[in-house]
């Protein structure tokens, strides 16, 4: 079977059927080539070894795990890390993803209707401030309590859940620190007007 020579890719070099030295005449360099024994093997139809389990089938993207169910949609089976339900139906992550894109309004689709955690955000304002650098407490506190009120209902067309208890912890703890401020604020005023 001829290739290519490497250096001038234009002449055709007849390999031998053992390994050794070749010389192109265009570019007056050697090529030392070695035949692997798959390259000259004529090629024969296999069939892969099958997966036997004890009951049922295995789940297409972890083969090791027993399927637990099958996508409504496309018939993959799936195990329980694999499968999401809509409406009630079994669904692959897939499918999943494509009916979401479907269901949302046309204005979405183009801004991405991306998915936020405003929970974690909140939360996140309300406590690494705090441990990081305090005093600039007194603006992520309000922040937090205001991303908590604007993002109570969490994004209708959000696929990841939001968690209220995260939410309200994010609340008691910014309200901590604006009573926080606030004591501060009072015990620096009177002792100016004391003193």
Same mark, same amino acid.
């Given at each position: 079977?001829?290739? !290519?020579? %490497?250096? =001038?890719?234009?002449?055709? $070099?007849?390999?031998? +059927?053992?390994? *050794? !030295?070749?010389? #192109? ?29 004890? /009951? ?14 099958? #996508?409504? +949609? =496309? *018939?993959?089976?799936? =195990?329980? $890390?694999?499968? !999401? ?9 897939? =499918? ?9 309004? /046309?204005?979405?689709?183009?801004? *991405? /209707?991306?998915?936020? &955690? ?10 690494? %401030? ?33 968690? &209220? ?10 309200? #901590? ?8 604020? $009072?015990? $620096?005023? !009177? ?5």
């Amino acid at each position: 079977m001829p290739v !290519t020579c %490497p250096f =001038c890719r234009k002449r055709a $070099l007849e390999l031998p +059927e053992e390994e *050794g !030295t070749l010389s #192109c005449i265009c570019s007056n360099r050697s090529i030392h080539y070695r035949r692997f024994p798959a390259y000259s093997r004529e090629s024969k139809v296999m069939d892969a070894p099958r997966i036997e389990v004890e /009951a049922g089938a295995t789940c297409l993207h972890h083969s090791d795990r027993k399927a637990e169910s099958i #996508c409504d +949609e =496309c *018939g993959m089976f799936m =195990c329980s $890390l694999c499968q !999401t339900e809509h409406g009630g139906r079994p669904l692959c992550l897939n =499918c999943f993803s494509t009916i979401h894109l479907k269901e949302l309004p /046309a204005e979405k689709l183009g801004t *991405g /209707a991306q998915s936020y &955690r405003y929970d974690n955000i909140a939360l996140g304002l309300a406590l690494i %401030p705090l441990v990081i650098m305090w005093p600039i407490t007194c603006i992520t506190a309000p922040v937090a309590i205001f991303m908590v009120i604007r993002h109570w209902k969490g994004h209708p067309y959000s696929v990841i859940p939001h968690s &209220r208890a995260r939410a309200i912890f994010a609340v008691l703890v910014a309200l #901590c620190e604006i009573i926080g401020w606030i004591t501060l604020g $009072l015990l $620096l005023f !009177t002792e100016s007007t004391n003193g």
